[in-house]
């Protein structure tokens, strides 16, 4: 059964770079046979898409965050990685990897169990 | 403001159906049929419901079910029980630079 943890800096201190990791365990990532996104949730609010990378190279991102984002595959660790800069405030939220079924994407499961970024000084 | 329009918040009797609406645009939820739906209780990550406009994955009840008229997308949930109360999240496909939208959630209540 496919489950994914997230990890990383909880909290980060406003204009730093948000690291975030996220272990697949259950599906080899270098399989190419589904893509994986980062997705987030600032606290009492909705959910937000930041982007994807499909064939472990290619990636997409919500234009919004585009160019503050970077998303990488870690084949040899099997797990993809999320990379934010220049934080501010407005970036504190729970973030949630998940695993992207169809070209699109489609739809998104299963998810990981999320983690508070906190961006604060 | 979320690109998928949901009311915010609904209620029904433990029995009752309930339904609870996304709207969208012709680029978007109109335009596809890559609509899905997420149920995430208080504290804890969504979980798929509804893919695909209406198919279920292994494991999700059939109380629950998804439809589209339009730029309209529904679910729909039967025989309302206690563990149903979380919020309801819609998600798209856009053909809009954006790629995936998100509705805005509707939190529901089992009175």
């Known amino acids: 059964q496919l489950q994914l943890q997230e990890s990383g800096s909880g909290l980060v201190k406003p204009s730093q770079t948000l690291s975030l990791t996220c272990a697949v365990s259950g599906d080899s990532i270098s399989s190419g046979a589904y893509s994986w996104s980062w997705i987030r949730q600032p606290p009492g609010r909705g959910l937000e898409w930041i982007g994807y990378?499909?064939?472990?190279?290619?990636?997409y991102y919500n234009p919004s965050l585009k160019s503050r984002v970077t998303i990488s595959v870690d084949r040899s660790r099997n797990q993809f990685s999320l990379k934010m800069k220049s934080v501010t405030a407005a970036d504190t939220a729970v973030y949630y990897c998940?695993?992207?079924?169809?070209?699109?994407?489609?739809?998104?499961?299963?998810w990981g169990q999320g983690t508070l970024v906190t961006v604060s000084s | 403001q979320s690109a998928l329009t949901q009311p915010a918040s609904v209620s029904g009797s433990p029995g009752q159906s309930i339904t609870i609406s996304c709207t969208g645009t012709?680029?978007?939820?109109?335009?596809?049929?890559?609509v899905s739906w997420y149920q995430q209780h208080p504290g804890k990550a969504p979980k798929l419901l509804i893919f695909d406009v209406r198919d279920r994955p292994s494991g999700v009840s059939a109380r629950f079910s998804g439809s589209k008229s339009g730029n309209t997308a529904s679910l729909t949930i039967s025989g309302l029980q206690a563990e149903d109360e979380a919020d309801y999240y819609c998600a798209s496909y856009s053909s809009s630079s954006t790629l995936v939208v998100f509705g805005g959630g509707t939190k529901l209540t089992v009175l």
């Open positions: 998940a695993r992207v079924h169809g070209s699109g994407p489609r739809w998104f499961d299963p």
């Open positions: 012709s680029s978007d939820l109109g335009a596809y049929n890559y």
């Open positions: 990378i499909y064939h472990s190279v290619t990636t």
